[in-house]
């Protein structure tokens, strides 16, 4: 089952924390207390809101290989934000679910292709 598709304030979430990611990623990380949901912050996302989505990108930024491949695949999904293509599969072009992206936004595909990508060593 596909999940739903993201309305503009997921995607500026998702491009947040993209480039929080980017930033680590490039060693920026001193950047990052002034600059990271200071947006949050002046709008009225409540306190609770506000610490889910923190944990969210704590997670993800636990997760996340310090590799060239993978600056490469935040930045190239980055770019599908204004194109409208963020979230989509590039395989079987079904939304990817929220949850999946909240981990690794950075990802191209749905669990179901990537499961059946690893399966065939096309990883
Ligand atoms: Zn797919």
Redesign the pocket.
């Known amino acids: 089952m596909p999940g739903k598709k993201l309305n503009p304030e997921e995607l500026a979430e998702f491009d947040n924390q993209l480039r929080t990611m980017l930033a680590v990623l490039n060693g920026d990380i001193k950047n990052l207390e002034s600059e990271t949901f200071s947006e949050n912050s002046r709008s009225n996302v409540s306190a609770e809101d506000v610490g889910s989505e923190l944990s969210a990108v704590e997670l993800s930024l636990d997760l996340l290989e310090r590799d060239e491949n993978t600056v490469r695949e935040i930045m190239e999904a980055l770019d599908r934000i204004p194109a409208g293509l963020f979230g989509v599969?590039?395989?079987?072009?079904?939304q990817?679910k929220k949850t999946r992206l909240k981990y690794m936004p950075h990802a191209r595909?749905?669990i179901?292709?990537?499961r059946s990508a690893e399966e065939n060593g096309d990883f």
């Open positions: 599969c590039s395989v079987c072009e079904t990817i595909n749905c179901e292709c990537q």
